[in-house]
């Protein structure tokens, strides 16, 4: 793996000393790796919202991958609900909807 040096403003180096702090990241090194990797997918996804999306599908995507990453955030910082039933969590669901419709 290649090393470089990088010079962050003040409220950036704050923001990424809090994210190591509070236990997501090892290190630094780790949180400019993952960040640079969500700029590279962000990127490559972008290239291809533009091809086939018109902008009001892209606008709706890029809610739902940001509710998405939001969702995934806890589950990776090990916050996930145990023993959680999927089967019964879709069937509630499923059933809520039905009822809402019928209203």
């Known amino acids: 793996m290649s ?7 003040d409220d950036l180096q704050s923001f990424v000393t809090e994210a190591v702090r509070s ?5 630094e ?7 640079l990797y969500k700029a590279m997918e962000e990127e490559e996804l972008a290239s291809l919202d533009e091809d086939v999306l018109n902008p009001e599908e892209r606008q709706k995507l890029h809610m739902l991958r940001n509710d998405i ?3 995934l955030e806890p589950l ?6 145990a023993n959680f039933d999927w089967d019964a969590f879709v069937q ?5 909807r039905s009822t809402a419709k019928s209203d």
């Open 3 to 9: 090393q470089i040096a990088i010079s962050l403003p």
């Open 23 to 27: 236990g997501r990241y090892s290190d």
């Open 29 to 35: 090194g780790e949180f400019v790796v993952n960040a």
């Open 69 to 71: 990453q939001a969702g």
């Open 76 to 81: 990776n910082r090990g916050e996930g609900i």
């Open 92 to 96: 509630r669901m499923h059933q809520e």
